[in-house]
């Protein structure tokens, strides 16, 4: 069945709702395109706000496109309005304002939430999340008058804020659960390389531990008490350990859920006229045979070009290679591929400031990670979704993946 020339209503406002929408128009959809996100701003960039924005640049470089190119190709902004409801079988959707808004197709770009801690004290004033551009603002604030810095979770988002912060001559601690910083994303060996460069940068780094409570003082925290009796002062506590998908909406069509949205290759749901694509979809692709909600840049831009497309009725599949990056001090981490399944690990070492992990399926290489080494990234971006890369071929080259590419 084909969905061009019918009315777009899209829920979100970020990577994957500004792309559906700029996707269908170029693929021919004609009808009214309508964006609507409880958010103020203009859809806009996230990776900045716990890296450039935190060290205190503007936010002139925030959005991602310019108003005046929504207006130029006729897609209609809601902004600082939330859907709160949508009505099973009649396609209409509910605005907190009171305003109802009939639609065709629908497209869920609703993002995920940052997940709460949920210890005594969690709610005291001066502990901070970082999902939004407001969240980025009130911790800039806050930050800049502070000393004594507690972060709770060692995954991007934490390490990210620590290496600001730390950068900017505050005293930053950072909890993790795991025995490893980043320990959900990358190879122990890549996970040390890391510790030590906090380390070596003045962050404190307690793994294997977890926060008891927050400990408070006229409704402020002012100390984070760990499980084996700790207690570490804090001026304020960034908190980030995961994410939620905002799955609220499609619980009320009725949707198939799984740790997300559950959408096909082509972005589509369980109901055939709505999609859902970025942070709050789960899908099973050629590289994730088990189903994977993936938060990052590339997959929400990418899933979301595909369901553009496939909303103005093209014949489109999303099967691109994920990849993914983090910028801590002036080390920049990125990762190709996905490690799930590995057998092996292979280290290609370097210096304090490079470094390569390779991942192994049985003889095949299935992911790198590397630190300031672009060639490395870019050439396992090219070549492992050929799935051809073997161990023996990277140990003809000394695990110089770039050097493949010249074969």
Known sequence: MSLAHQRLLIVGGSYAASEIASHARENGYSEEIVIVSEESELPYHRPPLSKAYLKGSSEEDIPLKAASLYSANDIDLELGVKVVGLEPGANKAVLSNGTHIAFDVLALAVGARARRLTCAGANLGNVYYLRSISDARLLRDAAADAENVVVIGAGFIGLEIASV?????????????????LARVVAPKMSQFFSTAHAERGVKLSTSRTVQ?????????????????????????????????????SRQLGLV?????????????????VFAAGDCASYCGPYNSNGIRLESVQNAIDQSRVAGAVIAGADKVYDSFPWFWSDQYDLKLQIAGLPF??????????????????????ETCICVESVNRPREHIAARRLLPQGDVTKRHLQEVDFDISALIKR
């Open 213 to 249: 409570s927050l400990v408070g003082e006229r409704g402020v925290v002012r100390q984070v008490a760990l499980d084996d009796g700790t207690l570490i002062d804090a001026d304020i506590v960034i908190v980030g350990i995961g994410s939620v998908p905002n799955v609220e909406l």
């Open 165 to 181: 912060l730390v950068q900017q001559k505050k005293q930053v601690t950072v909890i993790e659960a795991e025995n490893r910083p």
């Open 341 to 362: 399944g590995a057998t092996e690990s292979v280290l290609r070492s370097g210096t304090k400031s490079d470094i390569s992990v390779f991942h192994f399926r049985g």
């Open 257 to 273: 859920g799984k740790n997300g949205i559950v959408v096909d290759s082509r972005s589509r749901t369980s109901q055939e006229n």
